[in-house]
């Protein structure tokens, strides 16, 4: 549960959608936990990803 590595990486699984549902909120909230627990750098960039991928969506969306 605390370990910063684990926590961010199954964030991973959750924003690619690797043997789970891909859910973007929980992606998310696993790579704030992964910060918190001093997995910063790494996390950091997977937050960076998901919210570059949640813009595109957005964007996609008020297109249509």
């Known amino acids: ?37 001093g997995n910063s750098t790494e996390a950091v960039v997977n937050m960076q990803t998901l919210t570059e991928s949640i813009a595109e969506v957005t964007d996609l969306t008020v297109q249509f």
């Open 1 to 37: 549960q605390d370990h910063p590595a684990a926590v961010r990486t199954l964030g991973q699984l959750y924003y690619q959608g690797k043997g789970v549902i891909s859910r973007w909120r929980r992606a998310r909230e696993l790579f704030e936990r992964a910060i918190e627990l």
